[in-house]
């Protein structure tokens, strides 16, 4: 369910997202190289491509609020991702599973990068970009406190830019992490937990 705002009414689109011809998998060496859990693997219902130009990609399926609203697919062999051609602007994966609103909830840019963080027990999110959208703030203030793992690089600078609007209501951190990691899955549990606890405000 896709909702649009215009002036005088609200209108509200039904998009019916089609996933790629795929078979779901129990394991797969590329994603338990990254540090990707059989129950997770389970869990997020990754799958792999079977047909056209993507075979052999990783699929994740993207749900919120119990509704399939998007897919995720990774080279296992290079460094080529995309999105499914489906509106993401409100989206922020893993959102169905963050159900404390007074912990703090961990927002990152990748699910890979969500997922690393939520081993650790903690409520984790990835926004599926490099800046928040007007439509994720109103998810984002639900919650009393928002921390902001941004990879390493300029556009993780302007994710932490783009969270600005949200100071306003909410308590905001950032972390930075450890050189040479270029986001929260290359990091390994020890140097994600030790980031996580030196935290500064936004």
Partial sequence: VIKSR????????ICEVKLPAHRLITENFYLEKRGVTRDEITNWGMAVVTEGRN????????YQEGVLRNYF??????????????????ILAGIDNAFDLSKPLYLLEGIF???????LGLQAVACLSNRLLPEQYERLKLYKKIVIVPDT???????????????????VAVVTL???????????KEELCSALMNEIPW
């Fill in 6 to 13: 215009s002036s005088d009414k609200t209108v509200q689109e």
């Fill in 55 to 62: 075979t052999g990609w990783i699929l994740i399926p993207i």
């Fill in 73 to 90: 697919l990774r080279n296992t062999f290079g460094e080529g991702k995309l999105y499914g051609e489906y509106p993401r602007r409100d």
């Fill in 113 to 119: 990068d969500a997922l690393a963080v939520s081993r």
């Fill in 153 to 171: 690089d300029a556009r993780g600078i302007d994710l932490v830019d783009s969270a600005g609007p949200l100071i306003h209501s909410r308590e």
């Fill in 178 to 188: 450890p050189y040479g990691r270029k986001d929260a899955a290359e990091c390994t």
